[in-house]
């Protein structure tokens, strides 16, 4: 007769169940915990709760991860980083990035309201290709509907300041319908939201960044679209498109603030010259997967991808875009827009090995092209020069599992095929007019990765790994300021590409009501990438040696009293580059270029139709010390606490959150570790802010 299973056997095995998550990411059907990675999903409850908080999926992201860098709260996330180098953000595996010349917009290419998780993958590594050095943001928007008939969504939802002021008043909504009717599906959705300003914990209006854009006073339209078509029970067409574009409405100025005096850039109600700063952003992705193709796993994927960043512009006597043989100096004005279209096509096929199934395997090539551009448009002139990105990249995988998958050994390699193409162009007047020499340099590296995961009992797991990442540096920042003749882009090494090596160890426990993790990691590339802000407000690069390490840890725990669950995370990271050539990392990494320690604490509550949240945000001072420094620079530090309501109805739920509960007036991380003499980028963080919707679904 069968013995009654042990109820901790039990349990454990149901924790370990759900917790096999597939992370479409990672370019394998394997379950998350068979894979010596860091990663996490946010679910669609959770990160719908997170929106109503903060409004945006990079907001959400930074809100939860405590490795990741706070928000600019701007349009701009130029600085935001995760475990101190830049992420890749991607929708469905299709790169948002535009790494020739990064307008740091590609946090908002799609409204959350069609993301159904966000799949995070912790560290440098190759999977997706270019771009991930310090992770993967990859976006998974809504499914397929499963049962035939109509079904959908509708959100209603606004938002408002502490004082209600009219100018500050948000609103939002969204539609989506979906249809099955046997083998075809079809899927349609509109999103539309329009900001008003927003106003600090003083009650002022937060100023205004008129070159890199705003999500305050705009207005956002998302479009989506998804149709597919069984082929047979294990095979499937999809084609995905979606047109996302955020506009700045363009009825305030900024008042500049006075970082001495401790008041923070303001804003005004004007006209600012020019078109004000937008975003546009539209893909196409064609797909074909066969889950049973002679017993293994295909995916494979063709898209295209345009995006157009608008940038404000001013009249300023040693503007960037300054030149005499065109207006006398103080009177040009002039804007720029990025430009980038990009296409490309992913293939991998993934099984088992015949007789000997402990073994599976994954093999595939993508490849991608890439032509970038930023031009003038008030002059029509042009400040980088047309680029073009051509990559070739076919993979390996393996993972190995053995005794029972206590042990898993996995390995994989990637040779990466570059070539950067560059006409001869002439940089701007004040970078002295310099005739560049053209070229098509072209660079290939192999990049490994390997690890072994230990899982001794169901839930329980240690893993290391090694890992290479690889991306190119920002090319059009390094080509528009070249000032000195004799420059051939052939033999120009500074748009070589980064390389970043990473390690990490790392212990899980999933058992039970506990929910844990630690994980140490470090990572280093010889020949870096570090912003460094001119007077003028504008970036460059500096290629350095660049070292960062750190630890995160976090802990949930179920409690006792039904529904309820505490959690706490904490990060804390320390990077450092060469900054004199020496070889020797001597400088600590500024807030332009890495995130401050942080602890997270949270406490939620779900039980029937009721669902709740508080958390608060503990971002830790730093000082930042070397050979190159400011202590201007220095971060004070500053706690934040939000909290969010949601009850479900006969006729939909009713969601109320509040951001920044305590209404703490700060600084935010970005204005209050860089540009200690701008009084224009002294930027505080929202006050308390409401937000209630209607969540409707059918």
Do not use: C
């Not at 020739?100 to 993958?121: K, P, Q």
């Not at 980064?498 to 390690?503: C, F, K, L, Q």
Request: glycine fraction near 10%.
């Amino acid at each position: 007769m069968a013995q009654p299973a042990d109820t901790d056997t039990v349990q454990a095995a149901q924790a370990y169940s759900a917790n096999e998550i597939v992370v479409t990411a990672a370019r394998s059907i394997l379950p998350a915990n068979a894979l010596p990675l860091t990663v996490d999903v946010i679910g669609k409850d959770d990160l719908d709760q997170q929106v109503s908080i903060s409004g945006s999926v990079t907001d959400a992201v930074a809100t939860l991860t405590p490795s990741f860098s706070p928000t600019r709260q701007k349009l701009s996330g130029a600085g935001e980083t995760l475990r101190g180098r830049s992420p890749l953000y991607a929708i469905n595996g299709i790169p948002q990035s535009t790494p020739l010349r990064d307008g740091s917009r590609d946090g908002f290419t799609i409204d959350a309201f069609f993301v159904d998780r966000v799949e995070l993958i912790f560290g440098s590594n190759a999977l997706q290709g270019i771009g991930g050095t310090g992770g993967i943001v990859n976006q998974v928007t809504v499914g397929a509907p499963r049962d035939d008939g109509i079904s959908g969504r509708a959100l209603i939802q606004g938002t408002a300041g502490d004082g209600l002021d009219g100018d500050g008043i948000s609103g939002k909504t969204a539609g989506l319908v979906q249809y099955k009717s046997e083998r075809f599906d079809a899927t349609f959705g509109a999103a539309y939201e329009m900001r008003g300003v927003f106003y600090d914990g003083d009650g002022r209006r937060i100023g205004i960044n008129l070159t890199q854009g705003e999500t305050q006073d705009s207005a956002s339209l998302s479009l989506f679209g998804r149709f597919g078509y069984a082929l047979s029970d294990t095979a499937r067409l999809d084609l995905i498109a979606s047109r996302f574009e955020l506009k700045g409405d363009g009825d305030f100025v900024a008042v500049n603030g006075n970082r001495t005096a401790g008041l923070p850039t303001s804003a005004v109600i004007g006209t600012p010259p020019g078109v004000p700063a937008a975003n546009l952003t539209e893909s196409l992705a064609l797909s074909l997967t066969d889950s049973a193709l002679w017993g293994g796993n295909l995916v494979s994927q063709v898209f295209w991808n345009r995006s157009r960043d608008t940038f404000g512009g001013e009249i300023a006597p040693i503007a960037t875009f300054q030149d005499v043989l065109i207006a006398p100096v103080g009177t040009l004005f002039d804007q720029s827009q990025n430009r980038s279209r990009k296409f490309g096509g992913k293939v991998s096929y993934e099984r088992e090995m015949p007789g000997f199934e402990a073994l599976t395997a994954i093999v595939g090539f993508d490849a991608l092209w890439d032509r970038t551009e930023q031009r003038l448009i008030a002059t029509d002139r042009v400040w980088v020069p047309p680029t073009d990105f051509r990559s070739l990249a076919p993979f390996a995988q393996a993972n190995l599992a053995l005794f029972d998958k206590v042990l898993r050994l996995a390995a994989g390699v990637r040779y990466e095929d570059v070539r950067i193409t560059i006409d001869d162009y002439t940089t701007l007047a004040t970078s002295n007019r310099v005739l560049v020499s053209g070229g098509s340099p072209r660079f290939s590296d192999t990049l490994f990765n390997g690890g072994v995961v230990v899982e001794p009992v169901p839930g329980i797991r240690a893993y290391a790994s090694y890992a290479e990442g690889y991306t190119v540096p920002d090319v059009g920042r390094i080509t528009r300021a070249v000032n000195r003749t004799g420059v051939d882009i052939d033999t120009f090494l500074d748009i070589s590409p980064i390389v970043s090596n990473n390690r990490e160890v790392g212990i899980e426990v999933k058992q039970g009501p506990l929910d844990a993790s630690a994980t140490y990691f470090w990572s280093s590339s010889d020949n870096g990438q570090l912003l460094i802000a001119r007077p003028d407000g504008i970036f460059d690069v500096q290629r350095q040696r660049v070292k960062i390490e750190g630890i995160e840890i976090n802990l949930a725990v179920k409690m006792p009293i039904e529904g309820l669950k505490l959690s706490t995370g904490y990060a804390h990271l320390s990077g450092r580059y060469d900054s004199n050539g020496d070889d020797v990392v001597d400088t600590d990494l500024d807030g332009a270029n890495i995130s401050p320690d942080r602890l997270n604490l949270a406490a939620s509550y779900v039980k029937g139709p009721l669902s709740a949240r508080v958390q608060t945000q503990i971002y830790l001072s730093r000082s930042f010390k070397g050979l190159v420094r400011d202590a201007r620079n220095d971060f004070g530090g500053y706690t934040l606490t939000d909290a969010s309501l949601r009850y479900q109805t006969g006729i939909g739920a009713l969601t109320f959150s509040v951001q920044n509960l305590f209404d703490r007036q700060y600084i935010t991380y970005a204005s209050d570790t860089q540009r200690p003499t701008d009084n224009t980028f002294y930027f505080a963080g929202q006050g308390r802010t409401f937000t209630l919707g209607w969540d409707y679904r059918f």
